[in-house]
């Protein structure tokens, strides 16, 4: 029910557009999330947005990625620049709703390489 888009190959130091749009009506969200995983290691999360519009970023991208979100389209938006070989992985988007619903995307590959 999630479609997530904007993945690529990018060279170190470039930027991308990743979006997460829902293909259907889902009530109630109260939190968007951008997760990933790269090759042999544990998903993490990297950003989230809550409904009171505040945000939580990992450490290892403050200041490079930031979340933000369309509520008309149900759609959520990473913004990532500067980025770094270690950025690589595959990125997944999550909703969360206030019902307890959990909504994943079916992950959007970045590489990071020269």
Request: aromatic letters at 12%; glycine letters at 12%.
């Amino acid at each position: 029910q999630l479609q997530a888009s904007g993945g690529g190959l990018v060279q170190p130091g470039g930027s991308l557009r990743l979006s997460c749009a829902a293909s259907g009506s889902i009530a109630s969200i109260n939190y968007m999330a951008w997760y990933r995983q790269a090759p042999g290691k544990q998903r993490e999360l990297v950003a989230g947005l809550d409904s009171g519009e505040r945000t939580n970023y990992a450490d290892s991208v403050k200041g490079r990625f930031t979340i933000s979100r369309d509520n008309a389209k149900n759609t959520v938006y990473l913004q990532v620049n500067d980025l770094k070989p270690e950025d690589t992985a595959v990125y997944y988007c999550k909703f969360s709703t206030r019902y307890g619903y959990i909504y994943w995307g079916q992950g959007t590959l970045v590489t990071v390489s020269s």
